[in-house]
């Protein structure tokens, strides 16, 4: 093997992130993690990275104060030729450029997302105000990577209206994190506020069904590539049941699709540091730091104080894909005396108003937090024997991860990004890192519980064997950001 070849570094590359949120900024789920932490993570790795995000109202005032005016111009964007003001205010952070385009009339709303009437608009404006911001800075990436249909319109736009100007020279990746949402709405409207060209409401690119036009299906046509958050998700999509109605788009395009799992920030998730725990641990002493954390949780609760209790944490939004029904089954069965559960989420009514019940039914046993809440997360990942992801589907999932992470054991659905990352506990060979169960019924996710809540009764030496095992699970960027910037590599050697 030639020496000089291996140690030669690898080619510097410049990428260009487009997505609707980004971690400290503005953060609604899983997709503002991944747009802070991986960006980071190539950095390290010899990459040079642009953020483009944009600048809601909503974004706390300790990081607008900080941005530079970093130019303006005005761009058209309707099927009349309407102009509109682009701004671009920076902020370097850390070795990751973040420019936040600025445009009063589409991004004033208190949160990012409303509803699709103003979000279909907003979005049209801020894919194409991307491409137009990069031309102006002249800042020209090798790759320009776009996430979820928020930025779906970018590789659109790129291999059609820009083509033939400087920015068209980067290749393009749309990275799917939810197919559930795609940024449907019917053609004259998308056709209007985007000003593309009628050839592209065709089937094979905008146009779904009847009469709507799918900004993600046109994105999924003009990526050079597409990705998706794991390996088992990349091929879930393909089918009808996980396929969202772009299963016979995405089986199409096939040969462009690859899944690579996400990882999580590990020093934003760091149990030896995080100064928002009761007590700091480290898998040296996590057998001593768990229980402390366990009782300042059951004392913040208003839950009965007692470290052999088995908690059992629940952090999700409150939504169909995540399985809640499955909790809401068999949650009056979990409650026997030894166990508690510990809810954190917002979302829809039904769940909300379930586990409000369920709170005031088993005082002292079940606390339903009903709010979005960065501190008890990280106390509930602290303090939690278990962690439940039950979800009918989760593309990667980054809950798990975190509970992991902090040496709580993950109770999962054998689908999408938990199937990839949590391997069953193996009672024979004492292998594994939580508990699966794979077709989605109640009596499976009750069976899971039971089979985690005999191993921590009756085998706990295994148990806290798995507890350190989890710990030292390799969950960091760095093996996902490799691949990233192989594909990057592959795209312009
Ligand atoms: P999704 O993106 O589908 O919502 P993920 O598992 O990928 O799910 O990411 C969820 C992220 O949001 C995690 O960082 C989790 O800790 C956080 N989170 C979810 N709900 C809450 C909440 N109510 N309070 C605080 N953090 C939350």
């Known amino acids: 093997m030639n020496n000089n070849l291996t140690s030669m570094p690898e080619p510097r590359r410049s990428v260009a992130f487009v997505g609707s949120e980004c971690y400290p900024f503005v953060k609604t789920g899983g997709l503002g993690d991944v747009m802070y932490a991986l960006p980071r993570a190539l950095t390290a790795q010899n990459c040079d990275v642009k953020v483009i995000l944009p600048r809601y109202k909503c974004i706390p005032w300790k990081y607008q104060e900080k941005m530079v005016y970093r130019g303006s111009f005005t761009m058209d964007l309707c099927a009349d030729g309407r102009r509109y003001y682009v701004g671009i205010m920076e902020y370097v952070w850390d070795g990751v450029v973040y420019d936040f385009i600025d445009n009063e009339e589409f991004f004033s709303w208190g949160n990012p997302y409303t509803n699709l009437v103003d979000d279909i608009p907003k979005y049209c404006f801020f894919a194409k105000a991307a491409l137009a911001a990069l031309n102006y800075m002249d800042w020209i990436p090798d790759i320009i990577h776009c996430h979820d249909w928020q930025a779906a319109l970018v590789p659109v736009y790129l291999r059609t209206v820009f083509e033939g100007t400087r920015v068209a020279f980067a290749k393009a990746i749309l990275t799917i994190h939810n197919l559930r949402f795609q940024g449907i709405y019917d053609i ?74 996400n990882g999580i920030d590990v020093e934003q998730w760091d149990s030896e540091t995080d100064k928002l725990l009761a007590a700091n641990y480290s898998v040296e002493d996590v057998l001593v730091g768990k229980p402390q954390n366990k009782m300042a949780l059951q004392e913040k609760l208003g839950l009965e104080q007692d470290p052999d209790k088995f908690v059992i944490g629940l952090i999700s ?48 046993s079940v606390c339903s937090c009903i709010m979005y809440d960065e501190g008890l997360a990280h106390q509930i990942y602290a303090g939690a024997d278990a962690l439940l992801v039950p979800s009918l589907f989760e593309p990667c999932g980054l809950t798990q991860l975190i509970a992991m992470r902090y040496g709580t054991v993950p109770i999962v659905r054998e689908t999408g990004g938990l199937k990839d990352t949590v391997q069953p506990y193996n009672m024979f060979t004492n292998e594994g890192n939580g508990f ?53 590599m592959m795209l312009r050697p």
């Not at 709507?212 to 003009?222: E, S």
């Not at 169909?320 to 979302?347: F, S, Y």
Request: aromatic share 14%; proline share 2%; glycine share 8%.
């Open 436 to 488: 699966t169960f794979d077709r989605y019924e109640a009596g499976l996710l009750w069976e899971a519980v039971i089979r985690a809540k005999t191993l921590y009764f009756t085998g706990r030496e295994y148990w806290d064997e798995m507890v350190i095992r989890d710990m030292e699970k390799d969950v960091s960027w760095d093996n996902s950001a490799a691949q990233y910037r192989a594909l990057y």
């Open 188 to 261: 004259p409207t998308v056709k209007y506020w985007s000003g593309l060209p009628d050839y592209l409401f065709d089937y094979h690119v905008l146009k779904q069904g009847v009469d709507d036009a799918n900004m993600f299906k046109g994105g999924l046509t003009y990526a050079d590539m597409i990705t998706t958050v794991s390996k088992t998700y990349a091929d879930e999509i393909q089918t009808p049941f996980y396929g969202e109605h772009l299963d016979d788009h995405l089986r199409y395009h096939s040969g462009k699709l690859c899944g690579i799992v």
């Open 317 to 364: 939004r409150l939504t169909d894909q995540k399985g809640l029904d499955l909790v809401n089954a068999i949650l009056p069965n979990l409650i026997d005396g030894n166990t508690q559960v510990v809810i954190l989420g917002t979302g829809d009514a039904r769940y909300e108003n379930s586990f409000r019940y369920y709170e005031n039914t088993y005082k002292g």
